[in-house]
C-alpha cells in the first residue's frame, strides 16, 4: 500500500493546518493522496470544512458522515477502509486531544499491520503544551486512547498572524526536549512560507501555508 501518515495533537496546536499542507504538497508531486478527516468529537476547525481547497488541488477527502451539518453525532464512513487496500498515500488528521483520538483507535490493528507514521503536533505558546512535561502528557493521553505509538513530533509553535521569527526560534529548545523526553525525533519545525529563509540553515523547517482560519478572520 501507500505511505499512512497520521497526524495528531492537541486542540488548537495546528494539525489540521499541518494535514491539509501535507496533503495539497503530496499532490504537487504527483501523487495520488487521500486525506481523512477522522475528527468526529470537535466539529470546529476539522479538515472537511477544506474539502474545496483539498479537491481543487488534486487531494481526494474522505469526511466523516453528515460532516458540515447540523448533525450532533457525525461518525466515520465505510469508505474509509479503502486507505488499506491502495498503493496511494493517505494522510488522516485524528482528532484533538485523547478523546478525538479514540475514533483513530478503531483502526489501530489495521493500521500497525500496514505501517504507519504518527506525528504529534505540539505549540508552545497553548496552555496545555506549555512546558515539554505537559507537551509528552498529552502525547501519552493520545497514544493510550488510539493505541499506536507516535515516531515523530513537529513542532508547530506560532500565535497566528502575530508569528514573528523570534516567536520560531524562541520554541526550538522546546521543541527538542519534548522529542528527548518522549523518546522520537523531532521531524522538523513549522514556520510561514515567507519566513523561511530567515531562519537558522542549521534547524529543519517545513514551509506552511495557512488554509485554517477562525470564523472572526475570515470577515
Do not use: Q
Amino acid at each position: 500500500m501507500g505511505g499512512l501518515t497520521i497526524i495528531c495533537g492537541h486542540y488548537g496546536s495546528g494539525k489540521t493546518n499541518l494535514a491539509i499542507n501535507l496533503a495539497i504538497d503530496t499532490a504537487r508531486e504527483g501523487k495520488n493522496v487521500t486525506l481523512v478527516d477522522m475528527d468526529i468529537v470537535n466539529p470546529y476547525f476539522t479538515s472537511s470544512e477544506y474539502a474545496d481547497i483539498l479537491r481543487k488541488n488534486g487531494v481526494d477527502v474522505i469526511s466523516p458522515m453528515f460532516a458540515g451539518t447540523n448533525t450532533e453525532t457525525p461518525s466515520l464512513p465505510a469508505s474509509l477502509s479503502m486507505i488499506f487496500s491502495t498503493k496511494d498515500d493517505a494522510i488522516i488528521d485524528a482528532g484533538g486531544d485523547d478523546a478525538g483520538a479514540v475514533a483513530l483507535g478503531r483502526y489501530a490493528e489495521k493500521i500497525i499491520e500496514n505501517g504507519y507514521e504518527m506525528m504529534y503536533v505540539t505549540n508552545m505558546y497553548r496552555p496545555l503544551t506549555s512546558s515539554p512535561e505537559d507537551s509528552v502528557s498529552v502525547l501519552r493521553e493520545i497514544e493510550g486512547a488510539c493505541r499506536l505509538k507516535a515516531t515523530a513530533v513537529v513542532n508547530n509553535s506560532h500565535l497566528k498572524d502575530m508569528t514573528t521569527i523570534s516567536t520560531i526560534t524562541d520554541s526550538l529548545g522546546y521543541a527538542k526536549e519534548t522529542a528527548r523526553l518522549a523518546g522520537i525525533p523531532l521531524k522538523f519545525t513549522t514556520a510561514p512560507r515567507d519566513m523561511i529563509k530567515r531562519l537558522p540553515e542549521n534547524e529543519s523547517f517545513y514551509p506552511a501555508d495557512v488554509y485554517v482560519t477562525t470564523v472572526w478572520e475570515r470577515r
